[in-house]
Structure formats: C-alpha cells, structure tokens
Nanobody, 125 residues
Framework: QVQLVESGGGLVQAGGSLRLSCAASGRTFSRYAMGWFRQAPGKEREFVASISWSGGSTHYADSVKGRFAISRVNAKNTVYLQMNSLKPEDTAVYYC??????????????????WGQGTQVTVSS
C-alpha cells in the first residue's frame, strides 16, 4: 500500500502561482511513477502531469504544458506540481496518484494504483 497526502491548494488570482505537494508513505517511493490529475465541478477527472521513477522523464497535458512543472524528491518521498500563470479554468480538485511501474506516458485513470484525497485549487478572474 501507498498512502498519498496532497497539500498546497488554495485561492489565487489569475496569473498567480501555487505549488502543490504530495507526500507518500508506505512502499518504496522511488519505485513508483507519480502523477497529478484534476477534476473540475461537473467534469471528469483528467490527467495533468506525470513523472518517472528518477524524475528524468515527464509528460504533460497540452492544457498545462509550459505553465506547470512536475518534480520529485525521492529522499523526501514527495512529488510537487509547480503551477504558474494560473487561469480560472485551472480551478479543480487536484489529486496525486502513484503507479508501480517506470512508465511516464500513462494518462488513463484506471492504470493508476493509488490516489490521494485531493486538494482544492481555485483561481479567481
């Protein structure tokens, strides 16, 4: 089992920045690809970004490419999502997820094994 706890969400004005964190506990963090997903009100949960075991490979949804950056510090069992130039359409609950494989281009929700409880991000216009 892997337990994931997100933090760092909040209210920010359009154009602002936030950094989300996801702390993992349980099995060996460095053996899990990590991802971020989000779910806006009335919409399905969607892929945002993912990162490989070592952090050497990343993948982003087109909607966030160039604005968001995913990173990880395996020594701290933590993955981050730096969000810049935020837009009102980025408003959503953001979820951290873990996958026990060194695969980074995995956007299908069902493939991810463990999920956090989510953290709310609200971007005002």
């Amino acid at each position: 089992q892997v337990q994931l706890v997100e933090s760092g969400g909040g209210l920010v004005q359009a154009g602002g920045s936030l950094r989300l964190s996801c702390a993992a506990s349980g099995r060996t963090f460095s053996r899990y690809a990590m991802g971020w997903f989000r779910q806006a009100p009335g919409k399905e949960r969607e892929f945002v970004a993912s990162i490989s075991w070592s952090g050497g490979s990343t993948h982003y949804a087109d909607s966030v490419k160039g604005r968001f950056a995913i990173s990880r510090v395996n020594a701290k069992n933590t993955v981050y999502l730096q969000m810049n130039s935020l837009k009102p359409e980025d408003t959503a609950v953001y979820y951290c997820a873990a996958l026990g494989a060194d695969i980074v281009v995995v956007t299908v929700l069902a493939a991810w094994e463990y999920w956090g409880q989510g953290t709310q991000v609200t971007v005002s216009s």
